[in-house]
């Protein structure tokens, strides 16, 4: 199953998680407590009252970025400027690779220091033929190990926003609208087009405190790292059709773009692979039909350690 979704603003602002919006600006968590006050002067007053004087300004400014951040979310409100595309997909394991609908495979790193679960973990392992051996038994009557959902996630600022005095309001909160979207979209696939969680109940809290069955790790994230899996994910989903593209190094146009993989085991967990050995980059490499230099600029520019 393939879908195209767009979305109104509107639609997905609720979803948006306005912890990492202010973390891009810099700010501590307390200070995005400023989306629960009331919109009345002395409830506004009393919030930065609430602070020792030295952090008052920075929260006037948080206030004030938050002010800006609605104000834009209401102009773009009716504007369908939001899009998700996703495959759900017939999937095994072998070893640490994921074989999709029996043809296209997608290399994956394992951790190489054991997880506070005491293994090493590979996303791999929550699909039907993994290895992890706290895996073993996990068939039940609505198995969901055999099957992974490809996704990503856009957002297509109007026309002249990039020229705008508040471009980086625009690209911030735009970054932020393609995570909502991307969570939008998830909630739909477990509870319809998947429908293996079809009586979840979620507060939009507990959407952010991830509650939910399953995981949604994203390319570029610690259990995803490599971001040259984009050529893979576009050779799957066809991503300009949702209008990304991709750079040599696989970095997505528009920014405010994610991709990656859900994954509905109940066991799976989101983690970090850390360092990589030369041991496992030579593997990967293999894996990969990729030199060991090209891998190690895609692993390096996002981070990854190399022992």
């Given at each position: 199953?393939?879908r195209?979704?767009t979305?109104?603003?509107?639609?997905v602002?609720?979803?948006?998680?306005?912890?990492?919006?202010?973390?891009?600006?810099?700010?501590?968590?307390?200070f995005?407590?400023?989306?629960n006050?009331?919109?009345?002067?002395?409830?506004?007053?009393?919030w930065?009252?609430s602070?020792?004087?030295a952090?008052?300004?920075?929260?006037?400014?948080?206030?004030?970025?938050?002010?800006e951040a609605?104000a834009?979310?209401?102009?773009?409100?009716?504007?369908?400027?939001?899009?998700?595309?996703?495959?759900?997909?017939?999937?095994?394991s072998?070893?640490?690779?994921?074989?999709?609908?029996?043809?296209?495979?997608?290399?994956?790193?394992?951790?190489?220091?054991?997880?506070?679960?005491?293994?090493?973990l590979?996303?791999?392992?929550?699909?039907?033929?993994?290895?992890?051996?706290?895996?073993?038994?996990?068939?039940?009557?609505?198995?969901?190990?055999?099957t992974?959902?490809i996704?990503?996630?856009?957002?297509?600022?109007?026309?002249?926003?990039?020229?705008?005095?508040?471009?980086?309001?625009?690209?911030?909160?735009?970054?932020?609208l393609?995570?909502a979207?991307?969570?939008?979209?998830?909630e739909?696939?477990?509870?319809?087009?998947?429908g293996?969680?079809?009586?979840?109940?979620?507060?939009?809290?507990?959407?952010?405190?991830?509650?939910?069955?399953?995981?949604?790790?994203?390319?570029?994230?610690?259990s995803?790292?490599?971001q040259s899996?984009n050529f893979?994910?576009d050779?799957?989903?066809?991503?300009?059709?949702?209008g990304?593209?991709?750079?040599?190094n696989?970095?997505m146009?528009?920014?405010?773009s994610?991709?990656?993989?859900?994954i509905?085991?109940?066991?799976a967990?989101?983690?970090?692979?850390g360092?990589i050995?030369e041991?496992?980059?030579?593997?990967?490499?293999?894996?990969?039909?990729m030199s060991?230099e090209?891998l190690?600029k895609?692993l390096?520019?996002l981070?990854?350690?190399?022992?």
């Amino acid at each position: 199953m393939r879908r195209c979704l767009t979305y109104t603003v509107r639609e997905v602002a609720p979803y948006i998680n306005w912890l990492y919006y202010f973390h891009a600006w810099d700010m501590e968590p307390r200070f995005s407590t400023v989306v629960n006050i009331h919109d009345c002067p002395s409830c506004r007053a009393s919030w930065i009252a609430s602070f020792p004087i030295a952090e008052q300004p920075k929260a006037q400014e948080a206030m004030r970025l938050y002010d800006e951040a609605m104000a834009l979310l209401r102009t773009w409100a009716d504007e369908s400027m939001c899009h998700a595309l996703f495959l759900l997909a017939d999937a095994h394991s072998e070893g640490d690779d994921i074989i999709i609908n029996n043809k296209t495979r997608i290399p994956l790193l394992r951790q190489q220091h054991e997880s506070a679960s005491g293994y090493t973990l590979c996303l791999s392992d929550f699909i039907r033929g993994g290895d992890a051996p706290y895996l073993i038994g996990r068939e039940r009557k609505e198995d969901t190990s055999n099957t992974i959902g490809i996704f990503a996630s856009t957002v297509s600022l109007p026309e002249g926003c990039q020229s705008s005095t508040l471009s980086l309001q625009h690209s911030t909160l735009a970054d932020r609208l393609a995570e909502a979207t991307a969570e939008k979209m998830h909630e739909e696939v477990r509870k319809h087009y998947w429908g293996y969680a079809r009586e979840e109940h979620l507060t939009m809290s507990e959407l952010h405190d991830e509650k939910f069955q399953g995981i949604r790790p994203a390319v570029g994230y610690p259990s995803l790292p490599d971001q040259s899996i984009n050529f893979i994910i576009d050779h799957l989903l066809h991503l300009s059709d949702i209008g990304i593209t991709l750079s040599e190094n696989g970095a997505m146009s528009p920014h405010c773009s994610v991709t990656g993989l859900m994954i509905a085991h109940p066991q799976a967990r989101y983690f970090s692979v850390g360092n990589i050995g030369e041991d496992q980059l030579t593997d990967y490499a293999h894996r990969r039909k990729m030199s060991k230099e090209k891998l190690r600029k895609f692993l390096s520019n996002l981070q990854t350690l190399f022992f």
